[in-house]
């Protein structure tokens, strides 16, 4: 319904701009949905794509910020604005939480579906999904989810990326600094090491 709101034209033809935090985890409910209405044990995949895959793994990007401001060390208590303003921070992060929570959940138990379904193929049907019934194993699937935040940064480089803004325009350095930023995190990853290792392939340093 909200999607086909944005195709109605009686109701507006406008689209709003607005911060992250009102919309997080969009990424994520759109599978976790997509699981629920298509009932399919490998949905939203193909039943060819359930019986040819072995690895899928899910980046998961964290880009919350930690509350800022020097409360404890004042003895003024913050203004109603930014009293508001933290309550609504910690709203949406609790419910971005539970929303990966879910998430993690729902993976484990996709992939548990796609191995029940894969083994309860005969032969024949693996053959015509798969091309090959050669080296069929049905169980060799794993599906994994990693999180890629900040707080696993150098110090140094976490320091300079926590104080970038939230803005729609930002310096080139800032662009940079969130560039690299993702970049090391994202080589960091264990699971994601494993993932490329298992896959044997080499794309990390």
Known sequence: SAMSSYRDRQHGGFIKLVDGGISDNFGLSTIILSRAILGEPYAPMTERDAVRIRRLIFIVVDASRRP????????????????ALRAIDAATDIAARYSAD????????????????????????????????????????????????????????????????????????????????????????????????????????
């Open 68 to 83: 800022h401001g020097e409360w404890a060390s004042q003895n003024e208590g913050p203004g109603g604005v930014d009293l």
């Open 102 to 205: 879910s998430f993690s959940r729902m993976v484990s138990d996709w992939q548990d579906s796609v191995i029940r379904f894969r083994c309860a193929l005969a032969t024949t049907e693996v053959a015509r999904l798969r091309g090959s019934s050669a080296k069929w194993d049905c169980a060799d699937v794993k599906f994994s989810v990693t999180f890629l935040t900040i707080d696993r940064l150098e110090p140094e480089f976490h320091r300079t990326i926590d104080s970038i803004d939230t803005r729609l325009t930002l310096t080139a350095e800032k662009i940079d600094a969130t560039i690299e930023g993702a970049r090391r995190g994202t080589h960091a990853l264990q699971r994601l090491r494993e993932y490329v290792q298992d896959r044997g392939i080499s794309i990390l340093p």
